[in-house]
């Protein structure tokens, strides 16, 4: 089946350690996304990445750094830098970057800290 | 960027009735509108979606309608049943901010059997 699959579903952090969140596709989309969800909250957009080798902050990219070396890989790393990273994270493709196309969801990983 | 709001923030009604959930959003460029259902611990998922050539979309009990005059979308649920009970994003698209999405704060509907 096509989708979104992310890993782990869980991950805890311990304080001064980067996590890496892993998301892969095989929707052969162009786009992936990374949201940020806080308890009650909306999707908070952290970067995106239009096209292979590309990638652009979006509304809350500090603390947080990403890579887009393969099509249908999107990994986010929570560094040390990012404060209050205890949260529920939602990776998301797209066929395209333009905004104009659904947007394709994992199930997410939820991050806390020990 | 995109201004996105979504009203109600919380919704009750019992089973069978109607709910309606408005998304108001401010960059009149904006030409897709989608509407996602978040279930507890799961990704949001599209369940419609409407095009700015397009004034109403519907769905068996679900429809969208769009008034770009006035630069708001809303999602209509008939005959509502428990499963229907989940969180709402709005997040319209393809306008100005290209790829950089606004979500709606989300709707977070009960429906009571």
């Known amino acids: 089946d096509g989708g979104i699959t992310q890993s782990p579903k869980y991950l805890f952090r311990k304080e001064g350690q980067n996590v890496t969140l892993s998301c892969e596709q095989n929707?052969?989309?162009?786009?992936m996304y990374w949201y940020r969800q806080d308890p009650g909250q909306g999707l908070r957009l952290i970067y995106y990445?239009?096209?292979?080798?590309?990638?652009q902050k979006g509304d809350i990219a500090e603390g947080y750094s990403v890579s887009r070396e393969k099509k249908e890989s999107f990994p986010l790393t929570v560094t040390s830098a990012q404060k209050n990273p205890t949260a529920f994270y939602l990776c998301?493709?797209?066929?395209?970057?333009?905004?104009?196309?659904?947007?394709?969801f994992g199930d997410g990983t939820r991050l806390s800290i020990l | 960027g995109e201004n996105v709001e979504q009203h109600p923030s919380t919704l009750s009604v019992q089973e069978g009735d109607s709910a309606v959930i408005k998304c108001t959003y401010s960059?009149?460029?904006?030409?897709?509108f989608p509407w996602y259902k978040q279930e507890l611990g799961k990704g949001p998922q599209l369940i419609i979606d409407i095009r700015s050539n397009v004034g109403e979309k519907k769905d068996q009990r679900i429809a969208v309608t769009l008034n770009k005059t006035a630069k708001h979308f809303s999602l209509h649920i008939t005959e509502t049943q428990p499963e229907d009970s989940a969180v709402y994003f709005c997040?319209?698209?393809?306008?100005?901010?290209?790829?950089?999405?606004?979500f709606g704060q989300g709707t977070i509907l009960t429906v009571h059997p």
């Open positions: 998301a493709s797209s066929f395209n970057g333009g905004g104009d196309q659904p947007q394709h």
């Open positions: 929707l052969n989309h162009d786009a």
């Open positions: 997040a319209p698209g393809g306008g100005t901010s290209y790829g950089k999405l606004t």
């Open positions: 990445s239009q096209i292979v080798n590309d990638f």
């Open positions: 960059d009149s460029a904006s030409n897709y």
